[in-house]
């Protein structure tokens, strides 16, 4: 056999799904993928959120050869795929409360092992902030029973559904309709952060990950791996949202490329507590390159430039790139 080929995606150093063996070509790009979100959903166009879930789910639905039930929080998610008595989910799939998605996907799993069923998937998902603000309770008690549930959390840094609040997620600095871009210190004035992934990777629990929809292939390879794996899994997906962000909808993918490369999200790996794996950032960028395409930092840049506050974001990515060894 000759040298496996690296698996580039268009947009970076293009070697597609072609020239790969057909057992290793990415599930979207088999017919016989499972379309867990199908045509119909009303996400606006360019949201990163439903590409992501799209890829996740397609990816547990293969690993799991079908056999997978979702538990889905309150959020954009849920609102643009559900609106009763309609639905794109092509799996079954449960719409719970904002703040209990992990608590109702534990109570799938142990209804599930009740009956004797070990085969059966659960998947809980949710947005950032039913998951890192209001559910994060019960996603940090999931944790620590270790219920065999893979929750996915797609991050795009603020309460979208709802018009755009931040959340524990939302970066310092971001204009949000609750931090407003005024004062002395416009946009979201907190900025120490939340990490949801490294603080579920505090729990020890079986594996951790994070994945953004630059890197769909990279997405699917850890929902694939997290499937298979029993005992409680976190994967943390950072989505681009066109709405909130203030971006163009054909920029969410270089967008959440801009965010990886410069240093702001962190890809890793990470088992029973311990960093297993990193992304290496190829091109580093500067944080500027990041920020200045998005309309929630524009206060950064105009009317007169926040050198102190890009540096401050700088410090940021440049903390990121040495603690988890990017370079
Ligand atoms: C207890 C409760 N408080 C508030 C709401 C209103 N609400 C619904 S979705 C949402 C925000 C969702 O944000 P996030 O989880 O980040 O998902 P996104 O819409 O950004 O994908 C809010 C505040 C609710 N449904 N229940
Ligand atoms: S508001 Fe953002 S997360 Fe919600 S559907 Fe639109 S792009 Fe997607
Ligand atoms: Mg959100």
Redesign the pocket.
């Known amino acids: 056999m000759g040298a496996a080929i690296k698996y580039y995606q268009t947009g970076s150093f293009a070697v597609g799904n072609r020239l790969v063996d057909p057992a290793q070509r990415a599930e979207q790009s088999s017919a016989q993928r499972a379309n867990a979100i199908t045509c119909g959903h009303r996400a606006c166009q360019g949201c990163g ?1 439903a590409l992501g879930a799209r890829y996740a789910l397609d990816s547990a639905l293969r690993a799991a050869g079908g056999d997978v039930i979702a538990a889905n ?7 643009f795929s559900t609106p009763y008595p309609e639905s794109s989910w092509q799996l079954p799939w449960i719409h719970s ?3 209990n998605a992990p608590a109702v996907a534990t109570g799938i799993a142990a209804a599930l092992r009740a009956k004797g069923n070990d085969h059966t998937r659960v998947i809980g998902q ?6 890192v ?2 559910g994060f309770a019960c996603l940090s008690g999931m944790f620590e029973r270790n219920d065999d549930v893979l929750y996915i959390c ?3 840094q ?5 018009g755009v ?1 931040r ?1 524990g ?1 939302t970066p310092p600095a971001a204009r949000t309709a609750t931090t407003q871009a005024v004062g002395p210190e416009p946009g979201a004035p907190w900025g120490q952060g939340k990490s949801a992934p490294l603080i579920a990777l505090a729990h020890e629990i079986p594996y951790v990950a994070t994945a953004t929809i630059a890197d769909l292939r990279d997405l699917e390879a850890k929902v694939t791996r997290a499937t298979a794996l029993r005992g409680a899994r976190y994967i943390h997906v950072l989505v681009t ?1 066109p709405l ?1 962000w203030g971006t163009a909808s054909g920029e969410s993918i270089r967008i959440a490329r801009l965010a990886t490369e410069s240093g702001l999200f962190p890809v890793f790996e990470g088992e029973h507590g311990d960093v297993t794996d990193v992304t290496k950032i190829r091109r580093q960028v500067p944080v500027e390159d990041y920020l200045k395409p998005q309309r929630r930092f524009a206060h950064l840049f105009s009317p007169q430039r926040r050198e102190d506050v890009i540096a401050r974001i700088q410090a940021r990515a440049d903390r990121n790139i040495d603690r988890f060894g990017l370079r």
Do not use: P, W
């Not at 949710?126 to 998951?131: E, L, P, R, V």
């Open positions: 959120e929080a309150t959020g954009c998610l849920e609102v409360l904002f703040g949710g947005g950032d902030g039913g998951t603000d209001i797609y991050d795009n603020g309460y979208m559904n709802t609040q959340s997620a949202c909130g």
